[in-house]
């Protein structure tokens, strides 16, 4: 059985007096793809800010067998987790280089230049625009860009959240593809929140459902995918 | 007879089209359910109806008077009322102040008036006897005189329907309404809002991504993707609807 | 022709000080979209710094103005760790009491200290007339106040995009979620605004009040700061080459509308306000600032 | 939990309002006559004056502080320019007074509805301008105020910068036995001595006149807030404070009541400048900088932001602790030469810091949860229309 990178037990996270998630179980293994789906509104988004420590949460968050569930966003960076957040959160104001650099900003190594150049082989059209104020990319491009930076800090694992949120079906297939291209060269482990299932299943290893901030099902992607329980959690049938 | 008639509407923001050609009526006393996967302009349209937004084409009428004439802080009057997909109460007022300024447009005092006293406690008592008798009827009697701030978050919904209630609308929106509600209080929710519709004579606009709350109270549901309409019918065909089914779960890449 | 092109340099050198307390307000700003109501009153206690350094410690006049720069750094990151950084950025409210408090308070401890009788401070340029220009007179005064900008937007331009603190701080200027999610420290890098904010404001009123037309005292800066917010609000707020424009366009404004449009000399200040009003209603995000997007 | 529960609308509740209410009359009618002279109180012998005159400064304060309650701490617009108003009103009463010898009440009739429409006109700017920006442009508008006075248009009316001197007094009617209340004090036992000694003298008198009836006028001004806040009018700017948006949605006018707030506000600036002026004999423009706002904003949040009783906590804070921070001038183990500088500024200053940290209702929310810990006050029943159907 490979290690497990991340281990999740008993996970209730909310907003204020809004509880979303009401104790949910799961793990990412070393080198899978993980998605969560679920409608909206079911706590998927909530559930990548509560390991990523963005929000208060209580449960046990375990990386690489080390706790994390009391460290802070920032330094939960610095153990290896990237989070690309809903939305790219981009620095627009920042040139498309500079949003890089942010990516890099906790390694202290002489590489970062080189990773910079490597990432403007893999998306040319960052390269073109390495001068332009993020804000000004297309959304699609902003998402290259998104997952370029969180991966600049050579994460060990990388969250993303809802990739496809807003963007033209080709565009998404793209990004979808580039993702399996990343977890197969780079080794990246990646944790997977997505709406749209039979994309997000298409590169998965294994998913979850989750809804109304209670686990649903789990399983194999390739049996999840025939399942009928997307259905029911996603329409109410 | 269609209390609400939305006709081609159209919104943009900046170069993004948030809704375009979206046509559906509610017919008096129904309860319309709305939903579409994130994204699809379910809140930009509950936010032209109480024109926040203007569109930038198409009409709606309601009740039989062109809405887009009426400015933003009239809606009321005509009978349109909304709770908020986040709760937007008056957090540092009291849950029957909350409640009794609901009654803004149907009460008459002034700053003049109040000042001077005149016909003030008249008017406060009055207020306050159908606050307190609409939040009895929704169970939250014992909470009138507290404070919002600190209550529990499905006690604050409960005050947020309310406040509209006291409006005497004839159109409900509901926004998300069971967001961060647990099983058994969306069970309860669906009851609230059946009760509510034959007690107070309401038609309502349903917004939620709740799927059994929804399909459980909708008398029809319109379904939205990209800002388009996909699908309008009965619960039961919408969610057999292939292109809902694509739309929701998407399509293999 | 000759008095309108005076007043143009007198306006020149009012406006360099302007600017550099807007720079230090935008710095602030930028990060934290707040507004430091005590900026002047830092500055001014930073100017006493300076001169106690170069009267009483026999410091290099340009070694004071240094060193007075780093210590009211150093007084603005510990009061931004103490008073700012307890409360959530998002609500202004207290934190435009605590400034205000901080005004107060910094104010009367400068009254206390030193007193309120007005000062003479080292020379820190040369001094008397550099040129004659068709019969008015451009002095060193002037010349080295604007140069002195130039070297501040410089310095400033070179550390926020040279420096890992300053890629840090303009990242977190520009999404602070996501510079958090790059494992950038928020507190720090903020404190690191409010310390360049505070030397930069300290060598504003060193520059100003090195004029040989004016002195030191507390009350220096407390209509200091209404030209500045002015200044920067033209600019936009978040805009340091815009707080430069805009601190010269208010010196100017106030050097011209006084003798021209017939305000009187005490109305000068209205001048500024006027400018402050109709900037905030008609473009509120300044001429070279970020248009706030706000959403439903 | 209270050790007393008192329901409203019942007979023990009245009694305790009433006992209040008359503890309160008592306390004004007792200072009225206790401070007429120049009440001190000796601590480490440092004198803390007391006078009446320095309480009716701060009753102008505390109305003044009332109308930043109406627009900053009810409809939650940050304004820094109540002190233009006060100092307008002030301004407007005197020259009335001084150069047409108007009755200093009936200035009123000018400077109320004046105030009121120049807080409408700075109201406007306040629809687009938000939060900070507004505190801003106020406290720009408050800067200007003082060289305005000295606009040579206005000198005639102003008299610049020596400032406008009126002279008009506020006597007694002949009816009016202050001397034989004071008398009568003084003979009771015990307490007497502290009631001064032998007739009062005019100028004795035409203190605790004045304090009266600018206690009423106040004592007015706050029940006219009172009524407004629980009201429709005083519930809507509540909201407008709360949520704008939602605000909006209940038919709320958005433009209409931040702009009337405005008014209300401003003119009860005006008011008070007019009991500021009629105490003190005198408007001065150095009086009314931009420091009066940032103090009228000092005792607005030391007092309690949104409470009545933090603007009479405020008006006492603001003109009692300066003038005693400088009439401390000995402490043990503090330099003298420390105390004889700005001390009012530094301890308002710090004070402010410390409550925004230990106390952010301010004073009056500490002296609540002491005050919950005997009395707990219950809203009366509110009884159910019979047709309404009662769910459990």
């Known amino acids: 059985m490979t290690s497990r990178v991340l281990d999740v037990k008993n996970l209730h996270a909310g907003y204020g007096p809004i509880a979303v998630l009401h104790g949910l179980d799961f793990h990412v293994s070393e080198g899978e793809i993980v998605v969560i789906l679920g409608a909206n509104g079911a706590g998927k988004t909530t559930t990548l800010r509560a390991v990523s420590g963005m929000i208060e949460r209580t449960g046990s968050i375990e990386l690489r067998g080390n706790s994390i569930a009391a460290t802070k966003a920032p330094d939960i960076v610095r153990a290896g987790v990237a989070h690309v957040p809903q939305g790219r959160g981009t620095l627009p104001e920042l040139s498309v280089e500079d949003n890089l650099r942010v990516g890099a900003y906790i390694r202290n190594d002489n590489e970062v230049n080189a990773d910079i150049d490597q990432w403007f082989e893999v998306y040319p059209v960052l390269g073109q625009r390495r001068d332009q104020r993020a804000g000004s990319l297309s959304g699609g491009e902003q998402q290259m860009l998104a997952v370029a930076r969180a991966l600049m800090s050579r994460p060990s694992l990388l969250l993303l959240d809802e990739p496809s949120l807003g963007l033209a079906p080709i565009i998404v297939s793209e990004l979808f593809a580039r993702f399996a291209e990343i977890n197969r060269d780079l080794g990246t482990t990646m944790l997977v929140v997505e709406q749209n299932a039979q994309l ?38 | 007879m269609a209390l609400l008639e939305v006709n081609d509407v159209e919104v943009r923001f900046g170069g993004i089209v948030a809704l375009s050609g979206l046509t559906f009526d509610i017919d008096k006393g129904q309860i319309c359910g709305l939903i579409g996967p994130n994204g699809a302009g379910k809140t930009t349209m509950f936010n032209v109806i109480s024109r926040i937004y203007d569109p930038t084409a198409g009409t709606l009428r309601f009740d039989g008077q062109d809405l887009l004439t009426t400015p933003p802080h009239l809606i009321s009057k005509t009978g349109i009322f909304r709770t908020f997909q986040n709760l937007a109460l008056w957090e540092n007022m009291s849950v029957i102040e909350n409640v009794m300024a609901g009654a803004h447009v149907r009460s008459k005092q002034n700053f003049v008036t109040a000042m001077l006293n005149i016909g003030r406690k008249g008017e406060e008592r009055r207020l306050a006897g159908e606050a307190f008798a609409i939040l009895s009827d929704l169970g939250l009697g014992d909470v009138a005189f507290k404070q919002c701030a600190g209550l529990p978050y499905g006690t604050l919904k409960r005050i947020e329907l309310a406040r509209c209630l006291i409006g005497k609308p004839k159109l409900l929106m509901l926004d998300e309404p069971a967001t961060g509600l647990t099983h058994s209080e969306v069970g309860e929710l669906s009851k609230v809002i059946e009760k509510v519709r034959t007690d107070y004579d309401l038609t309502i606009l349903l917004v939620e991504h709740h799927m059994g709350l929804v399909m459980g109270v909708s008398d029809k549901v319109v379904v939205l993707d990209f800002g388009r309409k996909i699908a309008e019918g009965l619960p039961n065909e919408v969610q057999e609807n292939p292109a809902v089914i694509s739309a929701y779960l998407g399509a293999p890449a | 022709m000759d008095l309108f092109l005076q007043r143009i340099f007198d306006g020149l050198s009012n406006g360099a000080t302007y600017a550099l307390l807007a720079m230090a307000l935008v710095m602030i700003f930028k990060a934290t979209t707040l507004i430091n109501f005590a900026q002047g009153e830092f500055a001014m206690f930073g100017g006493f710094i300076v001169l106690v350094l170069a009267t009483e410690q026999g410091i290099p006049m340009w070694g004071a103005v240094v060193l007075g720069m780093l210590i009211s750094a150093v007084l603005a990151a510990v009061i931004e760790r103490t008073l700012i950084r307890p409360f959530d950025p998002a609500d202004h409210l207290p934190l435009v009491i605590i400034t205000l408090g901080l005004f107060l308070a910094i104010n009367a401890i400068a009254g206390i200290v030193w007193r309120f009788d007005p000062r003479a401070f080292p020379e820190l340029f040369p001094s008397g007339k550099a040129f004659n220009i068709a019969g008015a007179t451009l002095s060193w005064y002037t010349i080295f106040t604007l ?33 958090e999610l790059a494992g950038i420290k928020v507190g720090p890098t903020l404190q690191f605004g409010w310390a360049i904010a505070a030397a930069v404001g300290t060598l504003g009123v060193a520059v100003f009040v090195a004029s040989p037309f004016r002195q030191l005292e507390p009350q220096v800066m407390v209509t200091g700061l209404i030209f500045a917010v002015s200044a920067a609000a033209l600019g936009g707020l978040d805009s340091l080459g815009g707080a430069i424009l805009g601190g010269l366009a208010i010196g100017l404004v106030q050097s011209i509308a006084v003798p021209y449009l017939g305000v009187p000399t005490e109305l000068s ?14 473009k509120p995000s300044g001429l070279f600032g970020t248009p706030q997007v706000e959403r439903v | 939990m209270g050790k007393f529960q008192l329901t409203k609308g019942t007979s023990a509740y009245t009694i305790y309002k009433w006992a209040g209410i008359v503890l309160l009359l008592l306390i004004v009618f007792i200072a009225a006559f206790a401070f007429n002279d120049t009440g001190k109180i000796s601590v480490l012998d440092n004198d803390y004056k007391i006078g009446l005159t320095r309480i009716t400064k701060a009753i102008s304060f505390m109305v003044a502080i009332l109308g930043l309650q109406v627009v900053a701490g009810f409809t939650g617009q940050l304004s820094l320019g109540q002190g233009f108003f006060f100092g307008t009103g002030a301004y407007m009463s005197a020259y009335l007074v001084a150069d047409h010898q108007w009755p200093w009440f009936l200035t009123l009739v000018v400077v109320v509805p004046a105030c009121f429409v120049m807080g409408l006109l700075f109201g406007i700017p306040a629809l687009k301008i938000k939060g900070l920006y507004l505190a801003l442009v106020t406290l720009g508008l408050a800067a200007i105020f003082p060289s305005l006075i000295l606009l040579d248009v206005l000198e005639p009316y102003t008299n610049g910068a020596a400032g406008k001197i009126v002279d008009s007094d506020l006597l007694p009617p002949e009816w009016m036995p202050l001397d034989g209340i004071s008398t009568g004090l003084q003979r009771i036992p015990l307490v007497g001595r502290y009631f001064g000694d032998g007739d009062l003298s005019n100028k004795q008198e035409q203190r605790i006149w004045t304090f009266f009836l600018m206690a009423i006028l106040a004592a007015i001004c706050f029940k006219m807030v009172s009524n407004l806040v629980s009201s429709r009018p005083g519930r809507a700017i509540r909201a407008v404070r709360d949520n704008e948006t939602s605000a909006a949605v209940n038919g709320i006018g958005l433009s209409y009541h931040k702009t009337m707030s405005f008014g209300v506000a401003s003119a009860l600036g005006g008011v008070g400048g007019m009991i500021y002026v009629a105490e003190l004999g005198i408007a001065s423009q150095g009086d009314f900088t931009q420091l009066l706002s940032i103090l009228f904003i000092v005792g607005l949040v030391v007092g309690g932001v949104g409470t009545l009783s933090g603007a009479v906590i405020g008006g006492l804070v603001i003109a009692f602790v300066p003038e005693w921070a400088s009439s401390t001038q000995n402490l043990p183990g503090v330099p003298e030469r420390w105390l004889d500088g700005p001390t009012g500024g530094f301890i308002l200053g710090i004070g402010l810091i410390v409550l925004t940290f230990v106390l952010p209702g301010g004073i009056i929310s500490g002296v609540r949860k002491l005050k919950a810990r005997v009395v707990q006050v219950l809203p009366a029943p509110i009884p159910l229309p019979e047709a309404a159907s009662v769910e459990t």
Request: charged fraction near 15%; charge should be negative.
């Open chain 1, 200 to 237: 997000a299943l298409g590169i998965a290893d294994r998913g979850y459902v989750i809804e109304s901030g209670e686990m649903f099902a789990e399983g194999p992607a390739d049996q999840l995918i025939n399942d009928d329980s997307i259905r029911r959690a996603y329409l109410g049938v």
């Open chain 3, 147 to 179: 140069i002195t900008i130039l070297v501040v937007a410089g310095g400033l331009t070179l550390l926020l995009n040279k420096t890992k603190i300053g890629l840090a701080f303009r990242a977190v200027s520009s999404n602070l979620e996501s510079s």
């Open chain 3, 269 to 282: 200040l209205l001048a500024a306000v006027v400018v402050l009003l109709l900037v905030l209603l008609f």
